[in-house]
């Protein structure tokens, strides 16, 4: 539920996401440093949250994501089995901060999900930012990190 302060201002609620999928998120960055990873993150119907891990098939992975299609449709799959909604798409920046790249504005999917960057570009210290892409371009979402 939001403050009073949201309410009045117009401000979307705050994006509550779970630590344990914060560290996995950044995890599978810092395990490919060097290309964008790519996934889902899936959230069953009593707010559980889960990654899928989908391959970067884009031809320059250091600077563009592509899922590959047949694991897209593949986690899409397990989703509905396990009555998983998709709640977020989530990909790196290895080179840039965790701010949407016209790459990224061109080539979206699924409006309604919220777009979860990590970026292993800001001096050592990972980050971590929300966005919902709008007709009227990328708006930031206050992104909480919560121990669940």
């Known amino acids: 539920m939001g403050t009073q302060r ?21 995890h599978e960055a810092q395990r490919q440093p060097d290309r964008e990873v790519c996934g889902l993150i899936a959230e069953s119907g009593n707010g559980d949250k889960r990654i899928y891990v989908i ?9 563009a994501f592509e899922m590959d299609p047949q ?3 593949a986690a899409h799959r397990r989703m509905r089995e396990a009555g998983e909604q998709l709640w977020a798409i989530y990909h790196s920046h290895p080179h840039g ?4 790249s ?7 999917g699924h409006p309604e999900a919220l777009q979860i ?4 570009d800001i001096r050592g210290v990972l980050q971590l930012r929300a966005w919902r ?13 919560s121990d669940e």
Not at 8 to 26: F, K
Not at 117 to 120: E, H, N, Y
């Open 71 to 73: 694991a897209l449709v």
């Open 6 to 26: 949201e309410a009045d201002s117009g401000e979307a609620p705050a994006i509550v996401l779970p630590r344990r999928i914060a560290i996995q998120l950044m």
């Open 117 to 120: 960057i990590v970026s292993l």
């Open 55 to 63: 391959r970067n098939a884009a031809a320059g992975p250091e600077k």
């Open 133 to 145: 892409f709008t007709d009227d371009g990328p708006r930031e979402q206050r992104l909480i990190v």
């Open 102 to 108: 016209s790459v990224d504005l061109r080539e979206s």
């Open 97 to 100: 901060d965790a701010t949407p």
